[in-house]
């Protein structure tokens, strides 16, 4: 920083630009973005100084994704679309096409957050035609692990998990490890909702240990994710609160509020095992605060859902229901989908609304018929079984159906599904 003002102060601004390109490389490596994107900011404010020709237009266009990472990263996403505007007509005029490829691809990952699922994808298949135009296999790599994001926005995980085995194929094949670190941790997340839960944990742990000797907590952040997830099904509170914590202390460091809410629910279901009810409430309250902050389409309606699945208000169950089957309804990130959906079936069969209960899981269906999932189609019978029983259908089929989910639901480890199936078998279906 200080050799960059100094060349600035005596006019020699190439070596000025190079400098403030690589201050704010160096403070965007140490997660001190508002200081990143100052320097990429003056950076770009003294490459005007420069001579025209190819020299300015590399540091230009170095300086403008720099700044843009660092925009993304401190979710400042307006400005960051602003700045990806200026970069694209800058490489389109100067036929950059790797550039090209790494500005849609940074475009379609500011999409994933705000919930704007076909410009989302749209942006990814962009940057991979370019990428493959180039013949870039790193941007190819990095394009297939955008494609995973989108199509993972969409629900459509088994679509996502085809693209993100691709994307890790080439990653281990050219050695690019830091685009691994990245998209590891969403192949967790398609192994988990495709019910293969023991591959899931060991790529969040792979993913977690590969993030701590990379520097990428980001990466770190996501992989935990997964695993608090599924340790939370399996009731292994102790493991999911140590898992949650790491995150959360992760994201706080690194100024990353839109992962808050999901440790937020995670710790706010370990409260609610122990019977702290005020103190879960406290916490899904506090996050879904952050997700109105930080954008409603990420978690909203996962948090929305936990409320409802926690509090013992009826008006505020229902206020959350409505708001959360809104949010839905508009379209947003696919996890909300099961998320809520799943929350949504339990409360309504503690209510003994056995209609409801069926309604929602026919909603959950419907997200998904395009490409269904296993784990929400786990859901879906096991919502309509339990229904069905409770209202008196005690067939000799519908009780092998149950058992069958039963021991299902055992193989996998699922012990909230287990204790639901469970109850049901035992005339308690809640």
Known sequence: ELLAHHYTEGSEFENAVRYWRLAAERAAARFATAEAIAHARKGLTTVTQMPTGIERVNQELALHISLITSLRLADRFAEALEQLDQAESLATQNERIVELSRIHHLRGNIYFPL?????????????????????????EARALGGLTDGYYMRGRMRSAYEHVERCIELCRAHGFAAIETAYLPMRAHTHMYGLRFAEALEDSRSAVEMAAKAGQPRAAIIALNASTIILIDRHDFTMAEEHARTALELAERIGARRFLPVSNNTLARVRLHAGDRAGALDLLETGLAICRETGIAFVGPWMLGAIAFATDDPKRREEALREAQAILDRGCVGHNYL??????????????????ADQYATALD??????????????????????????GGGTTALLAQIERLREEAARLGMRRD?????????????
């Open 115 to 139: 919930g704007k699922i076909d410009e989302c994808l749209s942006e990814h298949q962009a940057a991979l035609q370019f990428a493959r135009q180039a013949n870039s296999t790193e941007d």
């Open 339 to 356: 998320r809520f959906y799943r929350d949504a079936i339990e409360v309504s069969l503690a209510m003994k609304d056995w209609d409801r």
């Open 418 to 430: 287990l204790a639901l199936l469970e109850a049901a078998l035992q005339g308690r279906p809640t």
């Open 366 to 391: 419907e997200y998904f018929c395009d490409e269904p999932v296993p784990w929400a189609s786990f859901i879906i019978e096991q919502c309509h079984a339990v229904a069905e029983l409770a209202r």
